[in-house]
């Protein structure tokens, strides 16, 4: 009889021993699986923005506007520019190759907004995308050929010109309220006013 209880003991010891174990090897996985979804996610924002950067472009009428911003103590800044990335056309509007557009955290939102054509202004010429969630923080700098500095802020100034590079971080916050930032640098093609 001591020998049965004593197996039993050395079983059940055994089977919660794999139990913790698989317990603990499925919360690993899942913790790289999410891991994994939000570096995809930011690698997938920074493509969508710096897409929309290679085909910046500088007008008088729409000019680059990068204002550094706080929201609870983390980076939240806008970045406005017009973009030939997508060319739409809407019935009985003047035609336009430019896209203006806008991305801002709002919250813990990344969201990116764009007049499609910035000739009209109705509620159907404006699309707003939620790029990301748990957006923990959205910093812009903007390098400056004549000062070959990095700046935080590119408006005013008298500012004729787009940035020679725009460095652009994202910070996303995992499933357990980690947060990890994402870099991208853009080299903006210098243009003519």
Not at 57 to 80: E, K
Not at 99 to 110: K, M, N, S
Not at 160 to 189: D, Q, W
Request: with cysteine; charged share 20%; net charge negative.
């Amino acid at each position: 009889m001591i020998e049965i209880l004593l197996a039993v003991a050395i079983l059940a010891t055994v089977s919660i021993l794999v139990s913790v174990s698989f317990s603990t090897t499925f919360r690993i996985m899942e913790a790289v699986d999410d891991d994994g979804g939000r570096e995809h996610l930011a690698r997938s924002c920074l493509s969508v923005i710096a897409q929309d950067l290679t085909t910046a472009r500088q007008m008088s009428t729409a000019p680059w506007i990068g204002r550094n911003g706080d929201l609870n103590g983390q980076p939240a800044d806008i970045l406005v520019f017009a973009s030939a990335g997508q060319v739409r056309s809407q019935p009985n509007a003047p035609e336009s190759e430019l896209t203006r557009v806008l991305y801002a955290r709002e919250g813990t939102r990344l969201v990116r907004i764009a007049t499609i054509n910035p000739y009209i202004f109705t509620p159907e010429a404006v699309e707003q995308v939620d790029l990301a969630t748990e957006v923990a923080g959205f910093n812009v700098r903007y390098y400056d050929r004549a000062a070959q500095a990095w700046l935080d802020v590119w408006e005013g100034q008298g500012r004729t010109s787009s940035p020679a590079a725009i460095l652009v971080e994202l910070t996303l916050l995992n499933a357990r309220k980690e947060a990890r930032t994402y870099t991208t640098y853009v080299s903006i093609p210098s243009q003519a006013s």
